[in-house]
């Protein structure tokens, strides 16, 4: 027992992980009842913290016997014990260093308790919260993050771009010239391209751009086409172009930093190929900047998410302005908003539909969960592609970081899979002086 390690749980690894007590093989897992009782606030809605409170509440039920509050429950084969913890007197030292019992210190408390009374024993508190960490460290806790779906090493991140160089002439010359394609076997790829990858073949005098057709077992080139009025300024918006294009990729995301042109070409996109689908949605989760609510704002309820969904008009309004007012692309934008044919909404408001045929833009979706990422996708119906954008260095959520958020886990176990492509876009192109800052402030 002595080997098996103690995890002490915050309540925000449950509200972000409903299975979370299955993820820490042998070793035992406590919750404190301050945890219990925060989930207690969090069942009644329907996001995704409301969900994980409920699943996560009912598991513990299910789990539950008069041994949960002394020597805990086994929770599985190959899995430790469950134990909740009720609330005891503040230890002496922690009243030294917090005067006040709030519910982290509450959680705290046990877990500095267990590590007392038990110090042959490994006690590690288990929290999503920086802060609370910092806390747990600073009175001599071990402290962690919960990783069980983070992204181990975000330095190799799939970028979706690959650069071969000493490419024959005579195989360049092919890619320009109908079929426009090369059998994969044609070419000493090392190592072998993924389905849907971008990559830029050259060598002293020529290149091209191409990408891996795996169905078909071919390198198939890749113009540089425009959609919607927005032409492509480097090669991996033309490759992003092209997934976010092509009808047999469902699943594209777009990552990069602010002024690469994500957004912009997701939206220019879905327009060029509108008639494919039944409906065009762009959504973006409602994470308001500095943690506060948007019960701050004033105004009823389409005044306070308008701040939150002008960036994604602001895209819009950026291809209508590359129309006349009097051309009938410039017109049928309007046209399509009014018919709802075009929705640009919170992702609160798109989640619980169905999505049959539509082209579905998520936004910022490094905001988002792996699990929320999840919900989204498995809500695709028949003719539905989804694509995800979000730059995973600029994230707001207070729970989430570069490695644990939903866009970073989506690309790093979608990769490889035929119906999905992904691009890293590196350039900016707003303008020289947002690249500037982007890259130097």
Do not use: W
Request: net charge neutral; hydrophobic share 40%; glycine share 6%.
């Amino acid at each position: 027992m002595a080997n098996r390690k103690l995890f002490v749980l915050d309540t925000n690894v449950p509200l972000h992980d409903s299975k979370c007590i299955y993820h820490f093989e042998e070793n035992d897992i406590v919750i404190p009842i301050t945890v219990i009782e925060e989930l207690d606030n969090f069942k009644k809605g329907n996001e995704s913290l409301n969900y994980h409170a409920r699943e996560f509440l009912r598991a513990i039920d299910a789990l539950s016997s008069e041994p949960l509050f002394e020597t805990g429950v086994k929770i599985g084969d190959g899995l430790g014990r469950l134990m909740v913890k009720v609330g005891q007197d503040f230890h002496p030292d922690l009243k030294l260093a917090f005067d006040t019992r709030t519910a982290d210190h509450e959680i705290l408390n046990i877990a500095y308790r267990l590590a007392r009374k038990q110090p042959k024993r490994q006690v590690i508190l288990v929290s999503k919260d920086v802060n609370l960490r910092m806390k747990a460290k600073a009175i001599g806790l071990t402290a962690q993050d919960y990783r069980s779906d983070h992204v181990k090493d975000i330095s190799t991140l799939y970028h979706g771009v690959r650069l071969h160089e000493h490419i024959s002439e005579q195989i360049i010359d092919r890619l320009y010239a109908p079929p426009h394609s090369v059998e994969m076997g044609e070419l000493s790829l090392d190592p072998a391209p993924l389905p849907n990858e971008g990559l830029i073949l050259r060598n002293g005098r020529k290149s091209a751009l191409a990408t891996f057709d795996s169905e078909r077992g071919q390198i198939r080139h890749v113009n540089k086409t425009g959609a919607y009025g927005i032409t492509p300024r480097n090669a991996e918006q033309a490759f992003a172009l092209n997934a976010l294009l092509n009808p047999d990729i469902s699943l594209v995301t777009v990552s990069g930093k602010a002024g690469t042109g994500k957004t912009l070409l997701a939206l220019a996109a879905a327009l060029e190929c509108r008639k494919n689908y039944r409906q065009v949605f762009m959504a973006r989760p409602v994470v308001p900047l500095s943690n506060k609510d948007i019960g701050y704002l004033p105004g009823d309820i389409q005044s306070k998410l308008d701040p939150y969904m002008q960036p994604l008009f602001d895209n819009l309004g950026v291809i209508r302005n590359h129309f006349a007012n009097s051309d009938p692309k410039h017109k049928r934008i309007g046209e399509l908003l009014d018919e709802k044919k075009l929705v640009i909404a919170p992702l609160a408001y798109i989640r619980g539909r169905s999505l049959v045929g539509i082209y579905f833009i998520v936004d910022e979706a490094q905001n988002l969960t792996p699990h929320e990422v999840k919900t989204i996708i498995t809500r695709a119906g028949e003719g539905t592609k989804v694509v995800f954008t979000g730059d995973i260095f600029q994230i707001d959520h207070p729970y989430l970081n570069t490695h644990s958020n939903g866009l970073s886990t989506l690309i790093e176990r979608m990769k490889g899979q035929r119906i999905y492509a992904h691009v890293n876009l590196t350039k900016g192109e707003r303008s020289p002086l947002a690249e500037l800052a982007s890259n130097l402030l």
